[in-house]
């Protein structure tokens, strides 16, 4: 070792030894599961959809998700304190509403509900996760092919409320880039869009909810075509979202222009 890399070593250690190491972030994410599990099960109970609608108190929130007063407050003031809903008053005299993110993306009514994706994590992707050194060590999945069946989407089609859930999902995780786009895109030079694999029609609600002028399809396989149907009901979008069935591996798309 030289005289240059005998200084810079020095030089690095007198510097690691007035470094203050605590254990912060190791616990941090180690234990985030907690503050994740605290959000997931208060979005599957549907509670910010409640608070959109009017303040509750805690008694009131208490019935209305048929909850255990034991760990009632704990529950809310962790949500609190995580920054989901806010507080006036405390226990017994409190009463909740919802922060301005979650009114927006976390309240089931609007079209900006992102909750499908976190529902789907609650349900079914949590439980996965818990089997992560197995799938390390064996390579094998550990989603429903697990049990012996060779496309996970087999299960997902399955069962009416797995595909429910999966679809609501798929327009959950993607909605802020759908809603950005739908905002930023000039498409002013066109009429119509065409979603190919659209899911639930979350994209082409978003475009025509934002683009007055525009008529968007959305073309996805035969099971979700009544999901996607109910959903522009839903919305009000019958007549400038129109559903459309097929396989995009073998059938001709709509046309868009």
Known sequence: ??????????????????????????MEVG?????????LTAVNMELFTHLAKEPMSGLEIMLELGLDKRSLYDFLDTLVALGFPKREGLKETSTYSNAADADIFLDKNKPSYVGGILEMANNR?????NNLEEGLKTGLPQNEAKNGNNDFFEAIYASEERLREFVAAMGGIQMGNFMAFANKFDFSAYSTLCDIGGAGAHLAAQIVMNNKHMVCDSFDLPPVEPIARENMKNMGLEDKV???AGDFLKDEFPKAT
């Open 31 to 39: 234990m985030a599961f907690w503050a994740s599990k605290t959000l």
């Open 242 to 244: 129109i559903i459309q």
């Open 125 to 129: 992707l949590f439980g996965f996760w």
């Open 1 to 26: 070792m030289n005289t240059l890399q005998a200084t810079k070593v020095k030089k690095e250690a007198e510097e690691a030894k007035g470094t203050q190491v605590n254990p912060s972030k190791i």
